[in-house]
């Protein structure tokens, strides 16, 4: 039996040693207490003196953040497809559960400052340049991709979290309620699965602080735009159409690795 083929039939063990070995060489690269207290200044925008209202800030600054977001991949979904929002009853229902996840990934984003802020993550503020960039989206991704690809395997491989938990995301599946914010239409505790995978990987590798927001904000906006049919990138498409593929978010690498990739819905 050759290595990859031992690989894919044990991805999940696969990825957990990936965890531990990257969490074991990077052990020693926690947020320098200078750092910590220069996030905490950049976002305290008005001095506030109370940690707990800065932080209070900081929850209300990311469901600003995500709620535009939201809006503005809507308004131009809605422009290109007007039709697909002739549902009212589907959409209403859909944003209901959105805004409520809106909510609660603030809380996690929120959490996960604290522990940047207490210099429990690797984020740092070293001078910033086109290389580092490069170098900082790249493990982003990567990290990124092997968290999402673990958690989405499990949810359709076991079948109790699939038949509670994800396939309530998967009731989205035709033209018409794929409406880009059924990027967060999901069971309430998928958010804690699944789409918190962009907040926990600042756990895993030394990156930038500005070059983090910059990175996750793209990828997010990019996976918005993965839930709606006439994306012209369809690979995430083609998970809804087909749940046996695509289990990555944008970039297809751990399912090639795994032999789960397929690039058009008839192949
Ligand atoms: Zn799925
Ligand atoms: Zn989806």
Request: hydrophobic share 45%; glycine share 2%; with cysteine.
């Amino acid at each position: 039996m050759n290595v990859l083929k031992l690989i894919n039939r044990y991805n999940y063990c696969a990825i957990f040693a990936a965890y531990f070995f990257i969490l074991y060489f990077n052990k020693g690269l926690y947020t320098k207490k200078e750092y910590c207290e220069k996030i905490l200044d950049n976002v305290n925008i008005f001095n506030l003196t109370d940690l707990k209202l800065i932080y209070f800030l900081y929850f209300t600054l990311n469901a600003f953040v995500l709620n535009f977001i939201k809006f503005a991949t809507t308004a131009v979904i809605r422009y290109f497809n007007p039709s697909i929002f002739l549902d009212k009853k589907n959409y209403n229902k859909q944003i209901k559960n959105v805004n409520i996840h809106i909510l609660l990934l603030s809380f996690i984003e929120t959490f996960m400052f604290q522990l940047t802020v207490n210099g429990y993550t690797k984020v740092h503020l070293e001078p910033n340049s086109l290389y580092l960039f490069l170098h900082d989206a790249v493990l982003w991704i990567v990290g990124f991709e092997m968290t999402l690809y673990l958690e989405h395997r499990i949810m359709h491989d076991n079948y109790y979290i699939w038949k509670y938990i994800h396939s309530y995301h998967h009731k989205a599946n035709k033209r018409e309620n794929l409406l880009g914010i059924t990027l967060f239409y999901v069971n309430h505790f998928e958010v804690f699965f699944t789409m918190s995978s962009a907040y926990v990987l600042t756990i895993l590798f030394p990156i930038n602080y500005y070059n983090k927001v910059a990175i996750s904000l793209i990828y997010l906006i990019l996976t918005f735009l993965s839930h709606w049919e006439m994306f012209p990138y369809k690979y995430h498409i083609i998970h809804h159409k087909n749940l046996m593929y695509n289990f990555g978010a944008n970039v297809p690498i751990f399912d090639i690795l795994f032999n789960t990739y397929r690039y058009n819905i008839k192949n």
